[in-house]
């Protein structure tokens, strides 16, 4: 699938980091087989606390990040896609896709406080500790709506001019997000708050999972032609395209190891190690479980999670000939994926 594989000197001493007897520098550590109906979308870590956070399509499954198992439970959040974590207020947000709304619950209760009405379809969400306003991308609506968290009321809404998929903060007054139908990445100014770029993504379709190396202004926009593109984040200037497995929805990096993270639905993870600002190089394809193609990284512990299920097959037909297959009952799992020799 892939042409070749790049390993270095520099990429088997990353952060100290052990080495797998085969080369490899991530394995998969544990599976959790959690079970329940539905579909998936993103999650999110809570590492101070310990938490996995994932979407279940009505509601919101919190996991415990030492055991494994099923720790909560937030309801009431209808076609959930996202949920931002704002510890120091102690809430969170959940973009509830099907109500057009933001909920607003209580990390301590896990009890829904507040919705918010946005725009249509409200997708991709992020809390930026910088201005503490919550970010939720509307994704038919080709929209922004920007949040004060600690008031609870709307800021702004930002036109995008083309749909929104995955965002990041860098947490220094810049928020950069995919718009996923026009190939391009655009920067807003979360203070101001307004659009102030739209970069071209070279080699890159449909862009949907984002990651960001903050410290180095670079991002990480990861494609449905299994490309990332990598920009600078200052200048808009394209670093590199490199290649990824097919079927990617999300994307990680962690600044420890200076590794990004391409989950990709075929049933891998690609790893992009930066040796520096201007150099990356792919340097493993972890095989993971097919529809594993959202993801979370827990900062603290170097820690990857990544869901997904079994899938039945079906028949295509003249009415339908790429029909999607169908989830297998009480077959949902998490995936963590852990740096080799510290699983």
Same mark, same amino acid.
């Given at each position: ?185 655009? !920067?807003?100014? %979360?203070?101001?708050? *307004? #659009? +102030?770029?739209?970069?071209? &993504? @070279?080699?890159?379709?449909?862009? $949907? ?82 529809? !594993?193609?959202? %993801?979370?990284?827990? *900062? #603290? +512990?170097?820690?990857?999670? &990544? @869901?997904?299920?079994?899938?039945? $097959? ?30």
């Amino acid at each position: 699938m892939f042409k070749r594989l790049v390993l270095s000197a520099t990429t088997l001493l990353i952060a100290g980091m052990a080495i797998a007897s085969d080369g490899a520098p991530y394995v998969i550590a544990e599976r959790w087989a959690l079970g329940g109906d539905g579909g998936w979308d993103y999650l999110s870590v809570d590492g101070g606390a310990h938490l996995l956070y994932l979407s279940r399509a009505t509601h919101v499954a919190i996991v415990d990040l030492a055991t494994g198992k099923i720790a909560g439970d937030i309801d009431g959040t209808p076609g959930v896609h996202g949920i931002a974590l704002a510890p120091d207020l102690g809430r969170g947000y959940i973009s509830a896709g099907k109500a057009n709304q933001v909920k607003v619950f209580d990390l301590n209760t896990r009890r829904v406080t507040a919705s918010i009405d946005v725009g249509s379809k409200p997708d991709a969400i992020l809390y930026d500790r910088h201005s503490h306003r919550v970010v939720v991308f509307n994704g038919h609506g080709d929209s922004a709506t920007i949040i004060d968290a600690v008031a609870g009321k709307l800021v702004a809404t930002l036109n995008l001019g083309g749909a929104p998929e995955f965002a990041r903060s860098d947490e220094a007054g810049h928020v950069y997000v995919n718009i996923e139908n026009k190939n391009e990445l655009a !920067a807003i100014d %979360i203070d101001v708050p *307004a #659009v +102030t770029a739209h970069w071209a &993504l @070279p080699g890159c379709d449909a862009p $949907s999972g984002l990651a960001l190396d903050a410290a180095h202004h670079r991002s990480f926009s990861v494609c449905s032609n299994a490309a990332m593109a990598i920009l600078d984040t200052q200048s808009g200037k394209s670093l590199a395209t490199l290649p990824i497995g097919h079927g990617v929805d999300g994307a990680e990096f962690d600044s420890a190891s200076q590794n990004a993270f391409s989950a990709n639905g075929d049933g891998t993870l690609t790893v992009v190690h930066e040796a520096d600002p201007d150099h990356f190089s792919v340097v493993q394809n972890l095989a993971t479980a097919n529809g !594993a193609r959202t %993801i979370a990284l827990d *900062a #603290v +512990t170097h820690r990857i999670y &990544l @869901p997904t299920a079994s899938f039945g $097959s079906i028949s295509p037909s003249l009415l339908d000939p790429h029909p999607k297959s169908p989830i297998l009952p009480n077959s949902f799992v998490v995936l963590v994926v852990a740096p080799a020799g510290k699983n």
